[in-house]
């Protein structure tokens, strides 16, 4: 969780997972200012922020006490519910649109791939607060309703939302939040705020930047180095890749920092007849519950034909708790026991 303010609006960047999210999101707003009557004044913005039951409970608490919230988001469902993460979303939109009515937009990524598409520049500039999901996207989408933007940037957005490989293929400003998001400091469970401070100073860093200031570019352009360092371990490691079933691409990055993801993606993505790239690591928030995590991509040629959540059986759970995170069909993260036990055998049947 990070916050600062952008052109002067306070802004929280959060996910709302947990009840304790629920709280922390009602509490930054309370000691932004009290509802003063004015539907204007008192608008609270949420971007980008997956409808969750713990966002849904925040929203509802803050309507309670007499302020204004607003939801514009693109994680609908496209197709109907796999799990039970996606039952629960569905849920929690359908009471997001009850409790909001035209307050209410969530669409989908396939209309939408960035949500700065759902804001026009300057919209919420008179807003008490910003609440937005702490990635690029968030970032560019709280950015454009505060009123800071470029020709570029709902482009840029999208770019910075998609596929590893693509994060770094738009303007030069753009490359370089992509590359110091790729550079940031692991999550350490023992110390998740040294993330959280890094990720705060790179994001006020590059609004300042936009905004054309000087000293600020100048910091970001600094981590270029480190991102190039990033890009060769890449390479280094994608030579050690192994197939582990037909068109299954593993590397073991268990030991390895400072490299950049999205390049190893992209070579692994590169050799012969590769459907589905695998990173087995020791940092992400299923590793930081049960030491080992298998970040899973279906290589761009087969997205279209490919979802890799059918790998997993109908009913299952998501959750770091549950050893399996997946938003989207095209990525899924398991751990250990779930890539020993459902994994393996399910890439039998891929065809």
């Known amino acids: 969780m990070i916050s600062f303010k952008i052109n002067n609006i306070p802004t ?25 009557g004015d539907s204007v004044a008192d608008s609270i913005l949420f971007i980008d922020t997956p409808a969750t039951l713990p966002t849904v409970a925040a929203v509802r608490k803050l309507k309670a006490e007499g302020y204004r919230v607003v939801f514009k988001d693109h994680h609908g469902i496209e197709a109907a519910p796999r799990n039970e993460v996606e039952k629960n979303r569905e849920i929690a939109v359908s009471e997001l649109r009850k409790l ?29 607060a910003i609440i937005a999901d702490p990635d690029a996207d968030g970032l560019t989408a709280a950015m454009k309703a505060a009123g800071l933007s470029y020709p570029e940037l709902d482009e840029d957005a999208a770019k910075l939302d998609g596929q590893p490989s693509l994060q770094v293929t738009g303007t030069y400003i753009s490359q370089l939040l992509a590359k110091g998001v790729a550079t940031l400091p692991p999550t350490d469970p023992r110390r998740p705020e040294s993330r959280d401070k890094a ?15 000087s000293d600020a570019l100048a910091n970001l352009q600094k981590g270029e180095s480190a991102y190039d360092a990033a890009i060769k371990l ?57 030491g080992v995590q298998y970040s899973l991509a279906v290589a761009k040629a087969f997205q279209p034909g490919l979802d890799i959540r059918d790998l997993l059986p109908s009913h299952f759970e998501t959750g770091p708790e549950a050893g399996i995170i997946s938003n989207v069909s095209f990525l ?17 049947s891929l065809k």
């Open 12 to 36: 929280l960047f959060i996910k709302g997972y947990t009840p304790a999210d629920t709280d922390t999101i009602v509490g930054f707003v309370r000691a932004v200012g009290e509802p003063t």
């Open 100 to 128: 909001l009515g035209k307050d209410c937009n969530i669409t989908v990524r396939s209309l939408h791939p960035a949500c700065s598409t759902l804001v026009k520049v300057g919209e919420f500039k008179s807003a008490l």
């Open 234 to 290: 890449s390479q280094e490691l994608a030579e050690n890749a192994r197939e582990v079933a037909p068109g299954v691409m593993l590397v073991d990055v268990m030991d390895k920092l400072g490299f950049d993801e999205g390049t190893l993606q992209v070579l692994l993505e590169q050799k012969p007849n590769c459907k589905i790239t695998v990173v087995r690591k020791g940092i992400g928030p299923i590793a930081a519950l049960n």
């Open 332 to 348: 899924l993260h398991v751990s250990q026991p779930v890539w020993e036990e459902q994994i393996m055998p399910a890439f039998k």
């Open 199 to 213: 990720k705060s100073q790179l994001f006020s860093q590059w609004v300042l930047a936009v905004q054309g200031n």
